[in-house]
């Protein structure tokens, strides 16, 4: 599960953020993608002031870090690029090749290799279980060279395993799969159509021969979301019962595939909601409703199958 989006500054380190991870891992979650994001202004700026409000503090993150180990939970350190704009990060691009006067991918690379390389020390000394080194970049995705530089700058600094998060039906364009460890995607797929995506997918993996997981996937509790479950504004009304049916097709679908390494759900935030106002919750986050029931069934089940 993935907790604490979108790192708001003065969120994780609180007595709120300490009971909503320790409910998150009530849930039978064991592993816990910390993700956070740093804002550049706007999706041609090359720079991205990651020590800035509104990202979270260092300290927030190595005590969200520590707190995830003390509950027994693998971390996932997932740092991501927002736009202060409200523009999607995948839209974050520029000209193929540097132009004289012109944003360049090779400026903007430079700042993302100083978030990424800060990020990656924090993981290094907290011994962080994987590093997740982007997230739904598809204009960036291109960049075969600039990817495959940073990764090495990485590695320098990092020693656990690498995985890049591409967006939603990317899976099969990545060009540079084999300098990372594991491949991942977020798996936002519509209702009825997870046994075609998985056979598209199964390709790749077979192709690059690496494990893969969803690094996020999910769905509002909300009537219509399941047609679209990465679009969070969908108008409709509350519907615990739509996500819970969305969860049960997902889980059967990736529980078919042996390949498939495991799911981190999308998402569980540093402030939550009360319980009592969980069926007026319209959100992901399963906590208080029956895909959060029956997300604790299952992954429990998988727990002790995997132990037989």
């Known amino acids: 599960m993935t907790w604490g989006w979108v790192g708001v500054r003065g969120e994780w380190d609180t007595p709120e953020a300490e009971a909503s991870m320790t409910a998150m891992a009530e849930h039978g979650v064991t592993w816990t993608a910390l993700a956070y994001a740093a804002e550049q202004a706007t999706a041609f700026s090359t720079s991205i002031p990651f020590e800035d409000e509104p990202t979270v503090t260092d300290d927030e993150i190595v005590a969200a870090i520590r707190r995830a180990h003390r509950l027994g939970l693998k971390v996932v350190l997932k740092p991501v690029v927002n736009v202060a704009d409200g523009t999607w990060r995948a839209h974050i691009g520029f000209f193929d090749w540097d132009v004289p006067g012109e944003p360049s991918w090779t400026e903007w690379f430079a700042s993302y290799r100083r978030f990424l390389l800060h990020a990656a020390r924090i993981a290094e000394a907290e011994g962080v279980a994987m590093l997740c080194i982007g997230c739904e970049m598809v204009r960036a995705d291109g960049q075969e060279a600039h990817w495959r530089a940073l990764i090495a700058d990485i590695r320098a600094v990092y020693s656990g395993p690498l995985t890049y998060n591409c967006d939603k039906y990317q899976e099969d364009r990545i060009t540079w799969w084999d300098a990372v460890d594991v491949i991942s995607s977020s798996g936002y797929y519509p209702t009825g159509t997870w046994h075609e995506q998985l056979d598209r997918i199964e390709a790749v993996v077979e192709r690059e021969d690496k494990p893969f997981f969803f690094m996020e996937v999910g769905c509002p509790s909300r009537e219509g979301s399941a047609r679209l479950p990465n679009d969070w504004s969908l108008a ?52 208080g409703k029956p895909a959060g029931d029956l997300m604790r069934e299952t992954y429990l089940r998988w727990q002790r199958e995997k132990v037989r």
């Not at 049916?245 to 402030?271: K, T």
Request: proline fraction near 8%; glycine fraction near 8%.
């Open 236 to 287: 409709g009304p509350p519907s615990g019962d739509e996500q819970r049916a969305y969860y049960a097709e997902m889980f059967a679908a990736c529980e078919s595939r042996d390949w498939v390494g495991g799911l981190m759900l999308w998402d569980w935030p540093a402030r939550l909601y009360a319980r009592e106002d969980a069926a007026r919750n319209d959100d992901y986050c399963p906590y």
